[in-house]
DNA sequence: AATGAATGAGCCTTCATTCAT
DNA sequence: GATGAATGAAGGCTCATTCAT
């Protein structure tokens, strides 16, 4: 990607390499613009500005904004479904109280690495996309549940889940940078550690 | 437009009282739309065909989209507000486990009462009333926890209203109707007795 | 319209009226422009601009571009059918000869009086509007046919419909003001006459 | 432009060969989409993808949109003329019914021969060329009328060649491989010999 | 000379807001 | 004051055309 001898692979990698490359920028301009604005208050041609695409790269991209923000919400989707993955896979080894911190952990880390889509998660027009991300979600945690908290009656996994969903949903909100980030975090950590093991 | 001799103090009264049932009648339509469609997507026109309003008239009870969001939001406050401080009031007399109790008891009331504005809490635009709620609220629940939990450490307040505001929020947005509905809100109430009691 | 004291029916009249100009003025300056740069290259701006109409008050007319076309072809429909009927109901009385003329004096009458939708008849995208026009024109031809050349094999009406209503395009179709003018319409009678007669 | 030694002669011949081919495939492809969805709704894209060239190697050869419809109707005007001008050859030997059977065959030939250009010839903003076609047959068709029918008075050639004009552009359009296509030329055949003798 | 990604003017349409009646 | 027709800025999107590779 960056130490090629000077005129190594052109033709077809260069401009796939910039494909990608635009894409990403379209994406990062598109996720902060969203995060900032909103869905709805965001324009296809500021998108395309802030990214230095022109309008009409930016549909050669993205064939339509709704594209822009499912690919968004896609990625995020991605991310989200690994980190859970992860800790199903040692999910038997977790005591509650590690759930809890590892969820926070989770969400943290997808903040951290621009887990934008969030500001999408509640955007009209965008039913589908967002209904799967809520979908994928709730089953992960509801198997997360079941290898950790093997006791739960049978009808709590439903709605605990939807509880823990909307937790998580406000760990990823916490805004990057500010003062009582920390605090609130370690907060969020309090409530579920005391939400499993008590809950 | 009756039979008045100079030109006032006649109709005004009536009018007055007109006006009155006007901005209900709008805030009421408004509300129902916001929630539907969302925030951008609800029109003025279709806000004054569904409240029987003439468009210029809507215009002359609020004279920017924004306005009616505003006042949407501000009788949101007022109700939640009221519903705090009575709260408050008999707050020394109550276990950690009631005032999780009370808490969605307040959420729910507020959502039964068409506590619409909630579809607004989150539309960008709005940013100086969001601010205004989220900061009256913040205040409240403060108060809440210092007269409930008087041994909080001290800088454990402000994160915890923060934590507790955004569960509260998921109260809110419980949708009504749901066959979960019960369970969900049954499931938030331990939630927070859970934090409340070991938080 | 015109002569009416000083401040007479006010109130709705006048809002009608003014709606019913606009959309002849609306009306005047597509068909103008149609006819001139054919429906694609016609754009509604233009159409806004060349009425004296705001963008959006041409859209509160005419809610699309398609709308726009239809409406012409729909009067030219029913002035044309207008011109049919009233040639069927005296058809018994003619002969050949007078059929051929009073065809090409039908056409000739649609084109003074604007009969402009005729660039529209051709238009892609206007499918339905213009299979209507075409089977009412077929419909009205064949009666027609039927009543002057009784003796017309059966197989004959429609094929004979078809060519008529071809030939009858082009009589449309005659430019107006160019010196050639009237000597193509006669043209176009001896045409008629010839095939009524012998064909 | 033919045999320069430095870096062309080689691979000259090929690629001009070539040229030809792509030439024909463009104008094939562009001939089809045309007639099936019209000049404007034809994406220059579409021509290019239709007929296996590239985007930029089509705009080598016509450099505009504009180009490629001119080139349909040349060879269009090419074919027609060498039809008209064999009937030409032969004009002295033939009766007035001869001519009409032969003007129905010499179109008949060219829709045959994917005579498509007939979609572009009321498509707007081809004027130039359309005036072009126009003329040419418009020319061939008096000369015809003077050989075949020296009677004719001097001022009827030129309306009764627009006349023929318009016939004989209904019968390019006759669809093909519809049910009534026969029996519609057949009834343009008539159209014409009735014309033709008794006009 | 060939290729196709990039460009941006311009199109159709919507809707918050104004203002003549 | 009410009314709703009129306004026009702005948005999403397309496509003829160009130009770096």
Redesign the interface.
């Known amino acids: 990607m960056t130490a090629s001898p000077p005129e190594a692979a052109r033709g077809a990698a260069p401009k796939r390499q910039r494909g990608h490359e635009r894409v990403a920028a379209i994406l990062e301009a598109a996720g902060s613009l969203f995060l900032d604005?909103?869905y709805?208050?965001v324009t296809m041609t500021e998108i395309a500005a802030s990214s230095g695409t022109a309008i009409g790269s930016l549909y050669r991209f993205f064939p339509s904004k709704e594209t822009v923000a499912d690919a968004l919400l896609g990625t995020y989707v991605e991310r989200l479904g690994a980190g859970l993955a992860a800790l199903r896979a040692r999910a038997d080894a977790l005591a509650p109280a590690d759930l809890a911190d590892a969820l926070v952990d989770v969400m943290q880390e997808l903040r951290a690495r621009r887990g934008v889509a969030l500001a999408l998660v509640?955007a009209?027009?965008l039913e589908a996309s967002r209904h799967q991300v809520r979908e994928t979600m709730l089953a992960s945690l509801r198997g997360l549940l079941d290898a950790v908290l093997p006791a739960l009656p049978p009808?709590?996994a439903?709605?605990?889940a939807?509880?823990l969903l909307?937790?998580l949903?406000?760990v990823g909100?916490v805004p990057q940078g500010e003062p009582?980030e920390r605090?609130?975090l370690?907060?969020?950590r309090?409530?579920l550690?005391?939400?499993l093991?008590?809950?």
Chains 1, 2, 3, 4 share one sequence.
């Open positions: 604005k909103g709805d208050a509640d009209r027009g009808g709590r439903d709605p605990m939807l509880a909307h937790v949903k406000g909100q009582y605090a609130l370690d907060e969020y309090r409530l550690r005391a939400y093991l008590m809950g």
